[in-house]
DNA sequence: GCAGTAAGTTAGGACGGCCTAAAATCAAAT
DNA sequence: ATTTGATTTTAGGCCGTCCTAACTTACTGC
């Protein structure tokens, strides 16, 4: 059976706009790619905890609609209009984790969660409301870049601190956002972006690492350390 | 009387989670029931801008799902959980229009819009917070009550403009919301909730009516008259 | 070069929410 | 009591999003 595109020779003059479950594909797809490579249909279905099989299918409407660009087996990459598309989602999502938590006394453990739904029915205009409202933030509170307007976004790669060399000292630039749990210990550890940290031993074997935040020495397991990112302390 | 944990009867009556047009539905019927009748199957068909078909349809499935109690060809009443969650939407609404008022700037023409697709996706501790974030208002920036957490709400019913005695003088408590042309144009008029009219005279057979808003005097048609709500001046 | 496995796709089905067209019911007037 | 007109319901579809089961393709190691 052949994929074949209705009104194919279209100029896409229109904008329609895009289902909740649509928004959080291109989402997905738009982490992936940002990693590296294309967006495999499993890497998709496990994000979104959906069946594969229903990821080929969506994909397939991505693809008709032009957002997505799809070759059978290959996975999938973002067009120019879908990519335009996650980062508009992902700038909603950014604007209101961080309104909840400057505005609304949130603590970001449990922003994600309000976010994910509300990213999907904000108006343009009460984004930018938010945004100026906290002074218009350049990250969200996990510390992940917010879009502009314009659909442009800053993406320097950081290192994670599972990766700093021994005896350096980095600042915290960013954390996972999406487990609560995990956020409530990274605060209770004082492991929140700005902070300064320095690495003072890793043991072998992907072992614990040791770590001084503030005045205070603590062991952080490799895997949480490989979702703090850091950055030099310097600049 | 004790309030005992029912067991009795259902293992659980977990009030899973509507969806977006079920709501919608309910906030309807929710509507025409404060208004006397049951709701008739055509009028929620038209509030909803929807075909009386489809209303058949969901009007079934909400009876089902216990929300309203349903008679073929007899309209529709809401059951004590729809009314339930009627109100908690109808929360959800008002309190977000107030928020985004008080909060975000936004003009009353504009705030239905947004918060009705709002008030599907937002928690009830997000909804808590703005609340408390501007003061617990009692009512939305059109004047309408806004029902408490715990689900009860003041419907003490209001004349409207229309049918106040000449000579009268009254208070504005109340306009309709939904039509920002109209909220700007009563907006222009000075006739928001709060402020002091004094009907000077009525024009027969459903004539225009003219009223003295502070110093000026204006003239305003029956129709529009109709939609705004007072009460006596005095309380 | 080929088999075994992992990854991906198709087939077929379900459900919610909408539609139109046709049939059924009710209410009111003759 | 019957007819008529308005209201409501049923019948039959469509679309989007998901599912499971079964099949196909790609990759990897021999």
Same sequence: chains 1, 2.
Avoid: C
Wanted: aromatic share 4%; glycine share 8%.
């Amino acid at each position: 059976m052949t994929v074949r595109k209705k009104k194919a020779t279209r100029p896409a003059p229109r904008p329609e706009p895009l289902t909740a479950p649509v928004e959080d594909y291109l989402k997905a797809i738009y982490a992936f790619e940002r990693d590296g490579h294309a967006a495999a249909t499993n890497d998709i279905a496990q994000r979104l905890s959906i069946a594969p099989a229903s990821v080929s299918g969506m994909v397939q409407r991505l693809a008709d609609q032009g957002l997505v660009a799809y070759e059978r087996y290959r996975g999938v990459r973002l067009t120019a209009a879908g990519r335009r598309a996650a980062l508009r989602t992902l700038r909603r999502h950014r604007v209101i984790e961080a309104y909840l938590v400057q505005a609304l006394g949130y603590g970001w453990d449990s922003v994600h969660e309000e976010a994910e739904r509300l990213e999907h029915s904000a108006s343009d205009t009460l984004i930018d409301r938010m945004a100026s409202a906290i002074g218009e933030p350049l990250t969200d509170p996990h510390g992940a870049p917010i879009p502009t307007r314009e659909g442009t976004i800053d993406e320097t790669p950081h290192e994670s601190l599972a990766d700093a060399e021994v005896g350096s000292r980095k600042r915290v630039v960013r954390v996972g956002d999406e487990d609560p749990g995990m956020l409530r210990y990274l605060d209770s550890l004082g492991l929140r972006p700005g902070v300064e940290v320095r690495l003072t031993d890793r043991a072998p074997f992907d072992g614990p690492l040791t770590i001084q935040v503030g005045s205070t020495t603590q062991q952080v397991g490799a895997a949480l350390a490989s979702r703090v990112l850091v950055a030099s302390s310097a600049e």
